[in-house]
């Protein structure tokens, strides 16, 4: 099992606006940069069924994960998905003096997909590139929250 945790605050963001960023479906794709593509199956009230396209690179391609999306608003939402590998991807919303803390932890096991060859794969690899991912998830989301935050707030006085 491979675990990355990475951090950031958002400023001038409240949890609710990053909360309201982090659950469009739309705004995943481009946040996530391996995000091809997402389908929402069900939703409920703070539930939804989604199938991701996650481009693995080289000879992994673009993988189909079909996971199940719960969120507790506005402090956490997580995406946990059994086949083809587990993986969880977990968001947690804090509030803080000048906006919002943001944590990010993405969690898989990559025995279940690829088998013994998961031996082969070096672990500090996987965790560079799963770290520049959230790295980039993270600072984007900052960008696209400061900006849109301040517009909005700017318009609205």
């Known amino acids: 099992m491979i675990k ?13 606006e990053v909360f309201q960023a982090l659950s469009d479906a739309n705004r995943i794709e481009s946040l996530l940069p391996r995000m091809r593509k997402v389908e929402i199956v069900s939703r409920d009230t703070d539930s939804a069924r989604l199938v991701t396209h996650m481009s693995m690179g080289g000879i992994f391609g673009t993988i189909r994960c079909e996971g199940d999306l719960h969120w507790v608003e506005p402090h956490e939402i997580i995406f946990k998905v059994k086949k083809p590998m587990p993986l969880e991807m977990r968001w947690h919303l804090t509030p803080s003096i000048n906006g919002t803390d943001l944590k990010a932890t993405l ?5 279940p997909l690829l088998g013994p060859m998961a031996k082969f794969i070096p672990r500090e690899s996987v965790i560079d590139m799963i770290g520049k991912e959230l790295e980039s ?3 984007e989301m900052s960008l696209r929250l400061g900006h849109s935050v301040l517009h909005e707030r700017a318009v609205s006085a």
């Not at 990355?4 to 609710?16: F, K, M």
Request: glycine share 0%; no cysteine.
């Open 4 to 16: 990355v945790d990475r951090r950031s605050s958002v400023a001038q963001a409240t949890p609710t």
């Open 137 to 139: 998830a993270l600072k």
């Open 107 to 111: 969690q898989l096991d990559l025995i």
